[in-house]
């Protein structure tokens, strides 16, 4: 049974999935304009879908960083 990742930040997702026996492949979307910024290093599942083969698709954001005052 594949496990339900939505909403999960990428490294417990990876968990999860390898702990479930699932093959996964990931890609990253990123906003078209830079007007919030982003923190890289830190990506969260925003999709998950499944691909031929039994492979799970991830699809990860980054999150939005907080601007300094």
């Known amino acids: 049974m594949v496990p339900d990742v939505m909403g999960r930040p990428l490294d417990e997702a990876e968990h999860m999935l390898a702990a479930a026996g699932c093959a996964w492949k990931t890609e990253i979307t990123r906003p078209s304009r830079d007007f919030f910024k ?27 960083r907080k601007e300094a005052k």
């Open 38 to 64: 982003t923190d890289e290093h830190c990506l969260y599942v925003v999709r998950q879908r499944d691909l031929p083969q039994g492979i799970i698709m991830l699809t990860l954001a980054a999150k939005q």
